[in-house]
């Protein structure tokens, strides 16, 4: 072999080297690129709306900084036709996750569950409202089947009532879940809630349910004390039982569509509504909020006492005074109403 080709030999193999060098470092860099961790401190959701685009997803995952680098996201996603299989979805991103499990992620549609919360809400508006502010589920979609009575009527409701079929508390539902399969979920939620105990203490009051939940939902609203609450449904359950019209201040303040209120006066309880107790005996035809378990194994604790009224104590701790007779609540009555007066509430 001639120096001319052992030289042309070495830098022939010294190119080969620097090829397989170049190859090798790209191959680390794409490795690191594909499993570098994603740009967050903490797990952020990724949300993609039913119809979304593969630009929209490219936005959501970039608005999040979701993915280490944008355009790997997208080659990835390309070379498995990611873009003809966009599936809805919320996803949870973590701080260890690579581009590559993020795309597999988001094609395999392996979405994460959101904790949907219902809490003290009063009305059908607003229980659609905070659906539609947690899950995909429009607020028009939402209120539309909540104020329809044939769907209503397939759960064993009806628009006035269908609010007692969502028990205060969070549950674990996926994010795109579809309008009916949440009524669904929440009827097993409801069914589960009102186990045989709670059944057959309805049975003992000789209320269903729905009555009870009604009657609970006006003990949530008289007060936040739970010490109190047995005696607040001991009052009520005495003057049903005893034809004596509720008089419930939250029921009025319901009617008004005023919740804020805090002083009842005549020309308010004059407001015509089926809600209004004060003109209409008996319970108002569903509930005026979502109460919660304390309110509602409060009426069905049935304490047995001989309470008709009760009264704001003067002090505005959120406690109440109870009486038996109509004397001695007036009197109650009278100390509320001078502190009311010398604090200027009107």
Excluded at 47 to 60: C, K, L, M, R, Y
Excluded at 288 to 316: K, M
């Amino acid at each position: 072999m001639t120096v001319t080709q052992t030289r042309k030999r070495t830098i022939l193999l010294r190119r080969l080297l620097a090829a397989v060098a170049t190859l090798l470092l790209l191959a680390a860099l794409c490795f690191v690129a594909l499993w570098k961790p994603a740009p967050v401190s903490e797990p952020v959701r990724v949300n993609i709306p039913h119809g979304s685009t593969f630009e929209a997803v490219i936005d959501s995952v970039e608005r999040h900084h979701a993915a280490s680098s944008i355009p790997l996201f997208r080659a990835i996603a390309r070379c498995i036709s990611y873009p003809e299989h966009i599936k809805s979805g919320s996803y949870v991103v973590t701080p260890d996750m690579g581009v590559l499990r993020l795309v597999f992620k988001l094609y395999r549609g392996n979405q994460d569950p959101v904790r949907l919360t219902i809490g003290n809400l009063r009305t059908v508006d607003r229980l659609a409202a905070s659906i539609a502010s947690q899950l995909e589920l429009s607020y028009d979609t939402m209120l539309c089947i909540l104020r329809s009575d044939s769907i209503c009527a397939q759960y064993g409701f009806t628009p006035a009532t269908i609010i007692a079929l969502f028990p205060k508390n969070s549950y674990e539902v996926y994010w795109n879940i579809p309008p009916r399969q949440l009524l669904h979920r929440m009827q097993r939620e409801y069914g589960n809630f009102w186990d045989d105990r709670r059944l057959s203490r309805c049975s003992a009051i000789h209320l269903t349910p729905v009555e009870v939940t009604t009657l609970a939902s006006i003990v949530e609203e008289e007060t936040n004390q739970d010490d109190e609450k047995e005696n607040i449904a001991s009052v009520y359950l005495n003057r049903l039982r005893r034809g004596i019209p509720l008089q419930a201040d939250p029921t009025v303040k319901f009617a008004a569509g005023n919740f804020a209120l805090r002083r009842v006066t005549t020309a308010v309880l004059r407001t015509e509504s089926p809600y209004n107790t004060y003109l209409h005996q008996g319970l108002p035809p569903g509930p005026i909020c979502i109460p919660g378990r304390a309110s509602i194994d409060a009426v069905l604790a049935n304490r047995q006492t001989d309470f008709l009224y009760f009264c704001a104590r003067e002090d505005f701790s959120g406690h109440h005074r109870f009486a038996a007779t109509l004397a001695e609540h007036n009197r109650n009555a009278a100390r509320y109403h001078r502190a009311l007066n010398a604090r200027g509430i009107k």
